[in-house]
């Protein structure tokens, strides 16, 4: 086993990070309207499920992205549940996605009653790897009136769940061909990629319908907030009515005509997200910024390398990415050690999926070879937009 020379390693970070503070993973910006915006809708008493700034925040969300109709609700979380119901994803369906993942996306295919099936990920996006997807789904899959079954559980393989890791759009139309060719759905976990373009055109605007999030520690906060997209105007419809309990559109009459879901983005909280909308391009100028200085500043520091978009992409960079070389793997956790001990907060990966006890029983890949080796040597390094 090689090791990383940590000296060199808090050295190239202190050049960026030079204050004697704590530098936390990703903290939010609010220099804009935030304040005025939330006041206006306190003093409307409009802070609950209906006002102008979520119909604002859709619309100012719809043009950035590029996607017809954008339906905000009340955490990433549930935008995926209702994109992954909306996907036709139902009980004892499978649905394909990364093991290199946030445990968001496959608790999301488990509250469709569906199975995660885990594939592997590739070291040039970090993200679900298209070539071994197809390989792999050419081995298992047997073809039944037009739909792709999995020939050894016998289960409906309904949809694919790319995941846009850290930011870096996985290579979609590479993608999209695969799940053409197998008639699975394309359903976006971009989450992580508000900000992020592949060839050009925004993440989240590829698949049938895409989950953003606004969390906390996301490129721009709701506080907690997420939202559904889709071109589908029909899907879009669907998305408002299933996360407004399905009631029927009446003056007094209280009537739901299916089980829905209170998943309604309140008010308030979308009133922060539209003055973080307008701040959302000088974000990311600062977060790509950021990433060349870090990107500069490792440079030649042998067996470490500052992970970068790929070249079909432009990346938003919402969490910065150290890899070790293949061999360093046990420099991980002394880097780990002595940046969260000089308060420079660094993180792993998160634990695979496959390896959690809640979801090691479901089917998967055999060979993850890669998503394992890049969880033994990624870092995850301080990434907020101000850093720059
Ligand atoms: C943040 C995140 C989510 C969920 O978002 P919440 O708003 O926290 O529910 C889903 N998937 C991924 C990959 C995420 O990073």
Redesign the pocket.
């Known amino acids: 086993m090689k090791e990383v020379d940590i000296d060199q390693i808090m050295k190239a970070l202190k050049v960026v990070l030079s204050e004697s503070k704590r530098y936390n993973l990703h903290e939010p910006l609010f220099q804009g309207n935030e304040i005025s915006y939330v006041k206006e809708c306190i003093d409307s008493t409009w802070v609950s499920s209906v006002g102008k700034f979520v119909d604002q925040f859709e619309e100012m969300l719809a043009e950035y992205t590029g996607v017809r109709k954008v339906v905000s609700v009340?955490?990433?979380?549930?935008?995926?549940h209702i994109s992954l119901i909306l996907a036709g994803v139902t009980t004892d369906d499978e649905v394909l996605m990364p093991t290199l993942?946030?445990?968001?996306?496959a608790n999301?295919v488990n509250y469709c009653n569906a199975v995660p099936h885990f594939v592997d990920s590739c070291e040039t996006t970090l993200g679900l790897d298209p070539i071994k997807l197809r390989s792999y789904l050419k081995d298992i899959v047997e073809t039944r009136s037009g739909a792709s079954f999995n020939k050894y559980s016998g289960r409906k393989i309904q949809a694919v769940l790319p995941?846009?890791?850290f930011g870096h759009p996985v290579d979609l139309d590479l993608l999209l061909e695969v799940c053409n060719e197998f008639n699975l759905v394309l359903v976006e976990?971009a989450?992580?990629s508000l900000g992020s373009y592949y060839k050009g055109r925004h993440t989240g605007n590829h698949g049938v319908i895409s989950?953003l999030?606004?969390?906390g520690?996301?490129i721009i906060t709701t506080g907690?907030?997420?939202a559904i997209l889709t071109n589908d105007e029909v899907l879009g419809k669907k998305a408002k009515h299933l996360t407004t309990t399905a009631r029927v559109a009446h003056k007094w009459s209280f009537v739901h005509d299916q089980v829905g879901y209170n998943y309604r983005l309140p008010n308030l909280n979308a009133a922060l997200g539209c003055a973080q909308m307008e701040k959302l391009p000088e974000l990311l100028s600062r977060k790509r910024l950021l990433a060349e200085k870090y990107f500069q500043v490792f440079k030649g520091i042998s067996g470490v390398n500052f992970f970068r978009e790929p070249e079909f992409a432009q990346s938003n960079y919402?969490l910065n990415v150290l890899l070790l070389e293949k061999g360093f793997e046990s420099s991980r956790d002394l880097v780990l050690e002595a940046t969260n001990r000089a308060d420079i907060m660094t993180r792993p990966a998160w634990r695979l999926m496959h390896e959690l006890d809640i979801y090691k029983n479901c089917p998967r890949m055999d060979d993850l070879s890669s998503s394992i080796s890049i969880e033994q040597r990624l870092i995850n390094i301080p990434s907020s937009s101000f850093l720059s």
């Open positions: 009340v955490n990433g979380t549930a935008a995926l993942t946030f445990v968001a996306t999301a995941m846009h890791t976990d989450a992580e989950a999030s606004f969390n520690n996301k907690g907030g997420g919402w």
